[in-house]
């Protein structure tokens, strides 16, 4: 008997506590159950309705399948507004409310939201568990096969999972309630936009028969892939989302752009074998075409750090041959940047190594033309946010702090697609019949690299553009690299007095 109830004291002990508080509360309370009813009374509905409506099915092969999307669409609205939405609303209300509560407390910042997003998720079972036997009845209606249904249930489910983390990654950022209801307005449009994308790939999926390709390389090349993209997205948002509930004395970055350079570093291998094995580089270019994006996104996040490390970040610098790598890992402005612009060229480089290193991973798309959009995101995005920090700098200090800095970004971001345009619009009297008549004035526009005969002129000027920025910010840089180094002895000391 004390052997067990050590056990159970062990296993009581690894549990989660956020999980547990969070479960206790949704099994206790009389909203998640009042919405599960709901929906199981909407959906017996809407099958009982359709049944007696419908008619003689013995001479339809559809009606199965126009059951099942009519059903999917109501769990999907359901769970992609009510499950994102609670977690969301209790997560923002608690770190607003007891923020000095969340940064003393024992718990890590990375139980406190994997316990979150655990109990989300669980309740996000519960309702796909209680839906799913009405969905299987769909079946004996005829026009949908069994595989079919439990794919297409898996691949909602991880778009719900994909809703709810984004969701929990806006409760956790540090912003006011008018920024945090833009977001959320932003996100609602997103769910919109993944409702809508999730329903018309269920009906083509079942207009295809998914189900009958389980066994192929046609379903599970792409099926890798999108778990594979699905995967990073989830472990990005749920890095941002931990580093967000951290002190802003605590090493932020580190743990975002290590899973990032994993990541990078796993895709970008799935990718290149995936395109050997397919004879074809699209994927190989898509992986590169995507991560940077991801790090020109980067940059302007960079440039909105903090500028001088304290004492908690400065004591764990290492003092050895160490200290190089560790400085595009740490968090800082200077080491943002450095680490973007270092991923950004070893994307670039890789790519062309690899395609350039093997005869089937030329073949396929043209590599010429994903190098320049590599080259150009990469170019533009450092060229906008060093633009931005002279900006803040120079003019705009004494009223914006250093972690506005991406709002000045973007605002210059949307002028230089802007308004280039527009002057060339009126200045040519609606002239536009070409591409090619507007690609003089869209220089300013990382979007318009897709124009082929101004491809050139394009990253002339975006390189010239991010070199003449980096140099105005060279003083910047030297200042933190200086800084970059373990205090010593007497100046930690000289600190804590102070």
């Known amino acids: 008997m004390s052997t067990e109830s050590g056990l159970r004291s062990r296993v009581d002990d690894w549990l989660n506590p956020i999980v547990v508080k969070e479960l206790r509360q949704a099994v206790q309370g009389r909203f998640v159950s009042a919405a599960l009813l709901l929906l199981l009374l909407i959906q017996l509905a809407t099958l009982g309705i359709y049944i007696v409506s419908g008619g003689d099915f013995a001479s339809r092969f559809d009606a199965g399948r126009n059951a099942f999307m009519f059903l999917l669409a109501i769990l999907m609205a359901i769970c992609l507004i009510f499950v994102p939405a609670y977690t969301a609303i209790r997560l923002a209300f608690e770190r607003d409310t007891n923020v000095d509560l969340l940064f003393v407390t024992t718990i890590r910042p990375s139980a406190i939201v994997w316990g979150k997003l655990f109990a989300a998720l669980t309740v996000t079972i519960l309702i796909f568990s209680a839906c799913l036997p009405f969905m299987v009845f769909t079946y004996w209606l005829r026009g949908i096969d069994l595989p079919s249904i439990f794919v297409l249930m898996g691949a909602s489910f991880l778009v719900v999972a994909l809703a709810v983390q984004l969701a929990t990654f ?65 472990g990005l948002l749920f890095a941002l989302s931990v580093a967000m509930i951290k002190p802003a004395s605590a090493n932020r970055a580190m743990p975002v752009r290590l899973f990032v350079t994993a990541m990078w570093g796993v895709s970008g291998i799935a990718s290149a074998v995936i395109s050997y094995v397919q004879r074809d580089n699209s994927a190989l270019s898509v ?74 991973l030329r073949a396929g798309g043209s590599v010429r033309e994903s190098q320049v959009w590599m080259r150009g995101l990469a170019l533009y995005g450092i060229a906008y946010a060093m633009t931005a920090l002279l900006v803040r700098r120079y003019l705009l200090s004494k009223w914006i702090g250093a972690k506005f800095t991406w709002l000045i970004a973007l605002l210059l971001l949307v002028a230089g697609c802007l308004i280039p345009f527009l002057l060339g619009y009126l200045i040519s009297f609606n002239n536009f019949n070409r591409p090619a008549d507007i690609g003089g004035w869209l220089i300013t526009n990382p979007f318009a690299l897709g124009i082929e005969s101004y491809r050139s002129v394009y990253l002339l000027v975006s390189s010239g553009w991010a070199l003449l920025a980096t140099i105005l910010n060279v003083d910047w840089f030297g200042e933190q690299i200086r800084a970059f180094k373990r205090p010593t002895a007497e100046s930690f000391t000289g600190v804590i007095r102070k």
């Open 170 to 234: 806006v409760a956790c950022l540090p912003a006011g309630r008018v920024l945090k209801i833009l977001l959320s307005l932003i996100v609602l449009i997103l769910f919109l936009q993944a409702f809508i994308a999730t329903l018309t790939w269920s009906y083509y999926s079942l207009s295809v028969g998914i189900g009958s390709r389980l066994g192929s390389w046609t379903f599970w090349g792409p099926a890798t892939a999108v778990l594979m993209i699905i995967a990073a997205l989830l």
């Open 287 to 360: 992986w590169g075409i995507l991560s940077v994006i991801l790090f020109s996104g980067s940059f302007f996040v960079a440039v909105s750090e903090r500028e001088e490390l304290g004492p908690r970040v400065a004591r764990k610098i290492p003092s050895s041959g160490l200290r190089l790598p560790a400085f595009f890992f740490f968090s800082g402005a200077a080491s943002g940047i450095a680490w973007a612009a270092l991923m950004s060229l070893l994307t670039s480089v890789s790519v062309k190594l690899m395609t350039a290193s093997s005869v089937t």
